[in-house]
């Protein structure tokens, strides 16, 4: 299942300071869309105030044209799933429940899991590579064996729309790309923030690039990812070029001259 978002003239401002100012975003049934932009720039302030965590002081985010502000929780749960930067807290209870706790918004208030709730969390576990972990407890895990149930766990609430903030934290390279390439095939509109520019430029259809607040550019990575605008924006130096295998653009970044 998959859906359309529409952020439209969305702001955020906390403390006469505007964190999101004005932002319009979109995008299609089954795109991959990311967030890029340096530490500040509002892409998780953008993130919560999509998934609900934050209202917005204007603006407004639809979901196939309903205002994800006007569900309950438990109907948006039902239709997006997010994944938080940092958000594996200390669940008392085993990989499988937590992974589990995803179907929570299809069930009525202490309902049993079913037989079909039980396969899909351990679907989600396998799709992710922790099947071997299912009976841990789930603050033993390291970080990126959280950040991998979590993914898990959202994916089980079988959701249109996944929102998730920075997906690949703690992860090594091997499960960064394993992630994003499940994300990408997961059947499900993909919106995410990420610091990595070439996992981006790899796995993103088109790129919104954020800066303090504002959308400075967008477009498909290589109409967004330039030497001017990492330049402008990060306040780098970088070669970009062509991946003669993938095809995408690769980012190569410069040290400061002396």
């Known amino acids: 299942m998959t859906a359309t978002l529409s952020v439209e003239d969305l702001s955020y401002e906390t403390a006469g300071r505007h964190l999101v100012n004005h932002v319009d975003l979109t995008a299609a049934p089954g795109e991959t869309v990311g967030l890029v932009g340096p530490n500040g720039s509002g892409k998780t302030t953008l993130l919560r105030c999509v998934y609900g965590a934050l209202r917005p002081t204007h603006g407004r985010a639809l979901l196939d044209g309903d205002d994800l502000h006007a569900m309950t929780p438990r109907t948006r749960a039902r239709r997006l799933a997010t994944v938080p930067q940092d958000g594996a807290t200390d669940f008392e209870l085993t990989v499988r ?4 706790m995803g179907r929570s918004p299809h069930k009525r208030f202490w309902e049993a899991d079913t037989a079909a709730d039980t396969a899909l969390a351990d679907t989600a576990l396998a799709r992710v590579g922790i099947t071997t972990l ?14 991998r149930a979590l993914v898990a766990r959202a994916l089980v609430q079988e959701p249109a729309l996944l929102v998730l903030d920075e997906p690949t934290n703690h992860l090594d390279i091997r499960y960064q790309l394993g992630i994003l390439t499940l994300i990408r095939k997961s059947g499900t509109t993909n919106l995410l923030a990420l610091h990595d520019l070439n996992l981006a430029a790899y796995y993103c259809d088109r790129i919104y690039v954020l800066q303090e607040g504002r959308i400075v550019a967008s477009g498909t990575p290589p109409e967004v990812l330039t030497p001017d605008l990492l330049k402008a924006v990060y306040g780098v130096t970088a070669e970009v070029s062509t991946h003669p295998a993938t095809g995408a653009p690769t980012v190569t970044y410069l040290p400061p001259s002396a």
Do not use: C, I
């Open 97 to 100: 429940e937590v992974v589990a």
């Open 134 to 147: 299912a009976n841990r407890a789930f603050p033993s895990l390291s970080g990126g064996e959280r950040q």
